[in-house]
């Protein structure tokens, strides 16, 4: 087991077992990439509208933005590895490909050597050293997922899967439970109950927290503070601010990399 956490990158080897549990399974959402590779548990995973129950040798792979958490049982060890990195480590033609498949790989046990790799380079070499070392074995392992055969699943739940999908893509416009029935002719009790059935938070507080994280990534990128916040229907940059850090606070943002002031 280990925990590397120098400069822009966080890796980690865990376990968790009934006596021994290392963290809060918060359902949340961030601005970086993160992998997880189950090595033995019982788990199911969700992101955004998808959950599957993972077996020994699944990977997880979350694009910033992401709505995700773990439901797991502890009766049994939960080892696991996770890796959190920026977007600007990898190559975009990387990314661009790893964007457009599932965040699912099943079946990926053939990628274990890889993982290996991190535990001898944490124990073996100097930080700086590792640092180099982690950065070419996730270059390699995000190449090979590249390469792997699409494993498409089916959105558990299409009506919640496509309400996500008009979130997404309107951002930047108001988005009221008024404007979700006239899009999607269903009941505002409706549509409430079946997305925080489906994906454990109200709707409305799903929307804050897209429209805060589109926010900070604009912020980030060099957009001034003021029209970023504005864009996406805060008041100001204070009312933008407050909201940010109340939902780091209770767990549903995770900072990691890039930080506000």
């Known amino acids: 087991m280990f925990s590397f956490v120098y400069k822009d990158i966080d890796f980690a080897h865990k376990l968790d077992n009934p006596s021994h549990p290392t963290e809060e399974y918060y359902k949340h959402i961030h601005h970086f990439y993160e992998i997880l590779y189950l090595v033995r548990g019982n788990i199911d995973y969700t992101v955004e509208s998808e959950t599957h129950r993972?077996?020994?040798?699944?990977l997880v792979f979350i694009a910033p933005g992401k709505f995700h958490y773990a439901t797991v049982d502890l009766s049994v060890p939960y080892e696991?590895?996770?890796f959190k990195f920026p977007e600007r480590i990898m190559p975009a033609y990387i990314l661009e490909k790893l964007n457009g498949k599932t965040?699912?790989?099943f079946n990926s046990g053939k990628f274990r050597e890889v993982f290996d790799e991190f535990d001898a380079n944490e124990q073996q070499y100097s930080r700086?050293?590792?640092y180099t070392l982690f950065l070419c074995e996730l270059l390699k392992l995000v190449v090979r997922l590249c390469h792997d055969p699409i494993q498409l699943a089916e959105s558990n739940n299409d009506f919640i899967s496509h309400i996500i999908d008009f979130i997404n893509a309107n951002l930047g416009q108001p988005i009221t439970m008024q404007t979700l029935t006239e899009r999607f002719h269903y009941s505002k009790s409706y549509i409430n109950i079946e997305f925080k059935r489906q994906m454990k938070i109200p709707i409305m507080?799903?929307?804050r927290l897209k429209k805060i994280l589109a926010a900070h990534k604009m912020i980030a990128s060099g957009t001034k503070k003021s029209?970023?916040?504005?864009m996406f229907g805060f008041e100001n940059y204070s009312t933008f601010y407050r909201a940010y850090k109340s939902l780091i606070q209770t767990g549903a943002v995770s900072e990691g990399d890039g930080t506000l002031d």
């Open 54 to 58: 993972l077996r020994g040798g699944d």
């Open 80 to 82: 696991r590895y996770v």
């Open 103 to 105: 965040s699912f790989f």
């Open 128 to 130: 700086d050293e590792a």
């Open 205 to 207: 507080k799903y929307i």
């Open 227 to 230: 029209v970023a916040a504005e």
